[in-house]
């Protein structure tokens, strides 16, 4: 059994200045290696819509760089309202952090 990390919408408030209405960006330390890793959630075309909640899901597998000798692969699972906002996210071999400052 892998232990999910469940967090509440981290990412629920466009605190960035560059927020992207059309996508959205997570970002997971791996759990075995601390490998920080980022995806990007295209909202047009990599969620799937839920007829009966009208609510979307996505997912993604992310895997590291290979820079640390690790290739843990990580889950996440999304969950969005219909205005494409997030509810809630599981990352399943990592956890979700929040994006790096810069
Ligand atoms: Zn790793």
Redesign the pocket.
């Known amino acids: 059994m892998n232990l999910i990390k469940r967090l509440g919408a981290v990412f629920a408030a466009p605190n960035q200045a560059q927020f992207d209405k059309r996508s959205h960006w997570v970002y997971v330390r ?6 920080i890793l980022a995806a990007r959630i295209d909202l047009s075309n990599d969620l799937s819509i839920d007829y009966d909640t009208h609510e979307y899901t996505a997912q993604k597998v992310l895997v ?1 760089s290979g820079e ?1 000798r ?3 692969r990580i889950h996440v699972h999304m969950r969005f309202d219909k205005q494409k906002r997030l509810l809630d996210i599981d990352a399943d071999g990592g956890e979700v952090v929040d994006p790096p400052a810069d």
């Open positions: 791996c759990q075995r290696c601390g490998e590291g640390n690790c290739f843990q």
